[in-house]
């Protein structure tokens, strides 16, 4: 046998006897004591305040002692500890919204099963329900954006305006169209805040100069109920407001009247429904206000299209201020007396 292979034999056995030696060693050797990292335990929150953009969102997160990171958001949260209340902003849209909700529901540092969640959001108002500025508790929210459409110039002529006629949802499909809330705790909250003083300020006196003819449309701003119509897309026009005021009659077997329109609530409103039903949320919580930024339609004798395309000049501002005001003192109610509201929501139920 050659010197080398004597050689090279011996290294092999030597390397191997090391490994078996070093593993014997291990093997008797205590085991470490495993890394111990606790994550802390999620946030319990109270109440949730749901706004869209800026404008609504200004005076809540001005009140918010904190501010916490929200990277699957469009915005950072306000965070009250005291109060055990969260600001968020959703972002314009059903989508937006519904993404937004989906993703602080499933926060891990949070705990929302018992939140109450209060919409409180800007919007545009049927002239034949209220004026600018004036704020509506939602008790149905009908979502606009499902239905079988042609062209308008190939309709049918029994068809108005182009529209094609109410069909209610078939059976058995999950209902996608119209969400009922939790009535009792919406009458609850219009008692609690239906006195509130809302300014009317010459802005608002201006935007409601042209509608002196809609009673409702033509008083100072008040508190009321009511249901709202709700889609992705702005729209506007006097047909549309009458063919929506049918839809939210229809819909509900003449219990709803179409107060508000917005953009965002269906998508809060789904999102709540499926999180309900893994216990990260209590869809029977959701409160919707709605307060008029401006009317629906174009004033009698005005042009749909330039009353769309006409900015809210100090409108805006009075239905963000209305917003707060009046969702503030549920916000404010419901967070101080916890002990009441946390396990049973206030109102008969209905």
Do not use: C
């Not at 593993?23 to 999620?42: E, H």
């Not at 889609?231 to 005021?245: E, I, S």
């Not at 008029?292 to 005005?302: D, K, M, R, T, V």
């Amino acid at each position: 046998m050659s010197r080398l292979v004597v050689r090279t034999r011996r290294m092999l056995l030597a390397a191997a006897f090391a490994g078996m030696t070093a593993t014997s060693v291990l093997a008797q050797a205590p085991a470490s004591p495993p890394t111990t990292t606790s994550a802390a335990a999620p946030i319990p929150i109270r109440v949730v305040v749901v706004t869209a953009y800026a404008l609504e969102d200004k005076a809540w997160m001005a009140e918010a002692p904190q501010t916490l990171d929200f990277p699957n958001g469009v915005a950072p949260l306000g965070y009250h500890p005291d109060k055990g209340v969260l600001i968020v902003r959703t972002g314009v849209g059903t989508n937006h919204a519904a993404i937004t909700t989906f993703a602080l529901a499933t926060d891990p540092r949070f705990d929302l099963s018992k939140a109450y969640w209060v919409i409180a959001a800007i919007a545009g108002v049927n002239p034949d329900q209220a004026s600018p500025g004036s704020a509506a508790w939602i008790g149905n929210v009908i979502d606009v954006d499902f239905g079988k459409w042609v062209d308008p110039r190939e309709a049918p002529a029994e068809w108005t305006g182009g529209y094609p006629p109410f069909q209610p949802p078939r059976p058995g499909r999950p209902d996608s169209v119209y969400y009922p809330l939790n009535i009792g705790l919406r009458d609850w909250a219009y008692e609690l805040t239906k006195a509130t003083p809302l300014p009317d300020t010459e802005a608002l006196r201006k935007a409601r100069a042209p509608f002196s003819s809609y009673p409702n449309g033509y008083k100072p701003p008040f508190v009321l109920t009511g249901d709202e119509i709700s889609g992705q897309a702005y729209w506007h026009g006097a047909m549309l407001t009458k063919r929506y005021a049918k839809l939210a009659s229809d819909y509900s077997g003449g219990k709803s009247q179409f107060v508000m329109t917005a953009m965002e609530d269906t998508g809060v409103a789904n999102a709540l429904r499926r999180l309900t039903t893994v216990g990260k949320a209590d869809y029977n919580r959701l409160l919707v206000l709605r307060t008029a930024s401006n009317y629906s339609q174009q004033a009698p004798g005005e042009n749909a299209v330039d009353s769309m395309n006409r900015p809210y000049a100090g409108v805006g501002d009075a239905a963000a201020y209305a917003a707060h005001a009046v969702a503030g003192k549920v916000v404010d109610t419901l967070t101080a007396n916890w002990s009441i509201y946390r396990d049973a929501p206030p109102g008969a139920a209905r």
